[in-house]
């Protein structure tokens, strides 16, 4: 079924990649991606800055040596991001933000983008059945409706490089632009000699996985709330430890059943079973030698747990050991590395960091699926890819809480091409580094509801043993009010009523000598202790963390 595609209407906020702004023929020939804004006398300003929300700048990329793993130099149009295509964007001042600068930095709202505001990224299943809907909407609304802001190159680079071929551009929808950006990071090189170059990747395998696809989350909830009307909407986050099955999301309430057999078709009760994928057939691209150009290519397929090898989910105890893990990355920074944190909780090392051809955690829930998820080209079309991300990157949180690195974690060169801390990431305008996305969610406004407790400054403030103090000392301060309130109720009423008299003289004890852990543990604590097993609960394990 075709739907039909309509032009979204909002207009006036402008960033992402492939700026529709910057894909004529002047910014193209001059280079420039610094769109004018209309201003009062009809000229127009560059990057708002008649408004003074930034100014046009030229791109300084950082030419630190990358790992001899990639033997080229001029043969992509991802290397030196994004000099193949312009060399001069908005730099915006303040917490504007934006290719333009028409937006607002994560993290701020209002006119001036002076407010702050934190979303909540939840679990899936505490959304309420209103704000599943919700969700659930914005995917699809954002499956069909085409991008007013973004387009999508469709030239091969090397058609460039050997007969001049101008870059040509294509329409595509909001959802397919995304989905389109994970399979451009990772394609493989098409080479003017006529081959084929596949190791490489400018999102995984090294140690720009993590803040990669951090910003691409968190560019995707921003799409995605365009879609909703809730100034809160946070995209929610699949918790898969310890699951033998994909029982929970994989139904028709939640992102579409997979009848149990071969096909990989989604059930037709689901919205999901009329999506077309795009940019899944790199064999094809590279046979034909051609990028993908955003064609439907057929529907989404899942066969989740159908894999000998990965027929469960990563365990409680995987993503405890990835968190013992203190350095970020380590020598030779790709997926051979041992006891690196992100090549492991990446996949490919098991979670006590020994590399290994068998998937582990990220990667193998990705295998477990089966289908459109299980390539890293096309999984982005896979919608389970958000919800799998969010927990993916709220591990990474928890990682930053507990060490608090500091920039020297992350290599500065040497590492394979795009993956060195100081290199612009493939393919986002504005620019980017690893380095801006090695920080606290807190930075970019927002936050794992289990984590919240541990906020930074206000523990800090307060101190550890202050905050126990307080606890123990509310809950005393609680106590002594019951026994008064008991004792009081017991006077007036229970004179009367001799008979309840003995049941009232037990619970007056009751307070008397309540178990702080067993108050503690029962009263909602749980929630903050993260990526503790809810049923086995290692009390306070987050104070290992700060
Ligand atoms: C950007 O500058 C480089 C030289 O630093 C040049 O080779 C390239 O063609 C320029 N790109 C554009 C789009 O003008
Ligand atoms: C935003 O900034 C402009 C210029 O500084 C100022 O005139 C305006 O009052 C500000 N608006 C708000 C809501 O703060
Ligand atoms: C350049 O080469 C590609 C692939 O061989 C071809 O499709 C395209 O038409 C050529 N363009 C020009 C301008 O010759
Ligand atoms: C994309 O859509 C715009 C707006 O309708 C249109 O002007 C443009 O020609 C389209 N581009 C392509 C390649 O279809
Ligand atoms: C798989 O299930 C679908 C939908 O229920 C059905 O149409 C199809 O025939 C089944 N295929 C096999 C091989 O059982
Ligand atoms: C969905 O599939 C079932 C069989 O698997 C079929 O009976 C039903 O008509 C289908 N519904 C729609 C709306 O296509
Ligand atoms: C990682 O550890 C394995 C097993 O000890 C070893 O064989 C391998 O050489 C190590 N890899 C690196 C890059 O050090
Ligand atoms: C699905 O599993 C089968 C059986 O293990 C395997 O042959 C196939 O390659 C897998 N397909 C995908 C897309 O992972
Ligand atoms: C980061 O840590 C290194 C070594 O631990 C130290 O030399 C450096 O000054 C630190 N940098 C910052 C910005 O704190
Ligand atoms: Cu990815």
């Known amino acids: 079924m075709f739907r039909v595609l309509f032009f979204s209407l909002f207009l006036g906020t402008c960033y992402g990649q492939f700026p529709r702004a910057c894909t004529d023929d002047l910014s193209l020939s001059t280079g420039r991606c610094c769109p004018l804004w209309p201003t009062a006398d009809g000229t127009g300003s560059s990057c708002g800055e008649a408004l003074g929300r930034g100014t046009c700048r030229q791109i300084q990329p950082d030419d630190s040596p990358h790992s001899p793993s990639y033997p080229y130099v001029g043969v992509d149009d991802r290397e030196r991001w994004p000099t193949v295509y312009w060399n001069w964007t908005c730099e915006c001042r303040d917490n504007f933000y934006g290719f333009d600068c028409s937006e607002c930095k994560y993290g701020y709202v209002g006119p001036n983008c002076t407010e702050r505001k934190v979303l909540i990224r939840r679990n899936i299943f505490d959304l309420s059945w ?33 007969n ?71 995209i929610p986050y699949w918790d898969w430890r310890g699951l033998d099955g994909c029982d929970d999301v994989c139904t028709d309430d939640f992102l579409g059943a997979t009848p149990q057999n071969i096909s990989g078709l989604l059930s037709n009760e689901t919205v999901f079973s009329d999506w077309q994928v795009i940019c899944t057939r790199d064999d094809e691209y590279d046979a034909l030698r051609t990028v993908c150009d955003g064609s439907p290519e057929g529907p989404l397929l899942r066969n989740p747990g159908t894999v000998p090898d990965y027929s469960s989910l990563p365990t409680w105890q995987d993503v405890r050991d990835v968190l ?24 490919f090392a098991s979670p006590d960091g020994i590399a290994s ?17 299980s390539s890293v ?25 507990k060490f ?36 606290l969610t807190t930075d970019f406004g927002y936050e794992y509801d289990y984590l919240i407790v541990i906020d930074v400054a206000w523990w800090e403030d307060l101190g550890f043993l202050k905050f126990y103090g307080m606890l123990v000392g509310g809950m005393m301060i609680a106590g002594m009010l019951l026994v008064v309130t008991v004792a009081t109720t017991r006077r007036f009423c229970c004179q009367a009523r001799q008979i309840y ?15 702080p852990a067993e108050t503690e543990s029962s009263g909602g604590e749980t929630e903050t202790t993260p990526l503790i097993n809810k049923q086995e609960p290692q009390p306070r394990y987050a104070v290992v963390y700060l």
Do not use: C
Request: aromatic share 14%; no cysteine.
């Open 357 to 373: 051809v068998r998937s582990y955690l990220h990667n193998a829930v990705h295998r477990f699926m089966n289908g459109t998820l």
């Open 501 to 515: 008299r003995p049941k009232i003289r037990r619970i007056v004890r009751v307070p008397v000598g309540p178990d």
């Open 324 to 347: 013992e893990l203190d350095q970020y990355e380590t020598p030779p920074y790709d997926r051979s590395a041992n006891f690196s944190f992100v090549n492991t909780l990446e996949g």
């Open 377 to 401: 080209g096309s999984s982005a079309n896979d919608p389970i890819f958000i919800i799998h991300h969010a927990y993916v990157d709220s591990i990474y949180e928890v990682w930053l809480r």
């Open 404 to 439: 608090r690195p500091n920039v020297s974690a992350l290599i500065a060169e040497n590492a394979p091409i795009g993956h060195n801390r100081g290199s612009y990431m493939v393919p986002f305008i504005p620019l980017h580094t690893p380095e801006d996305f090695f920080t």
């Open 130 to 162: 209103w704000e599943r809907r919700q969700f659930l909407r914005a995917l699809d609304e954002s499956k069909t409706t085409v991008s007013e802001r973004w387009v999508i190159p469709v030239t091969p680079y090397v058609d460039f490089l050997t």
């Open 164 to 234: 001049g071929t101008k870059p040509a551009f294509a329409n595509v929808t909001t959802y397919n632009v995304l989905a389109w950006m994970h399979y451009y990071v990772s394609r493989n090189v098409l080479l003017p000699d006529g081959g084929v170059f596949e190791s490489v990747d400018f999102a995984h395998e090294g140690p720009v996985f993590l803040p990669w696809h951090r910003l691409f989350l968190l560019l995707w909830e921003r799409e995605l709330a365009r879609f909703v009307d809730d100034e809160n909407f946070a």
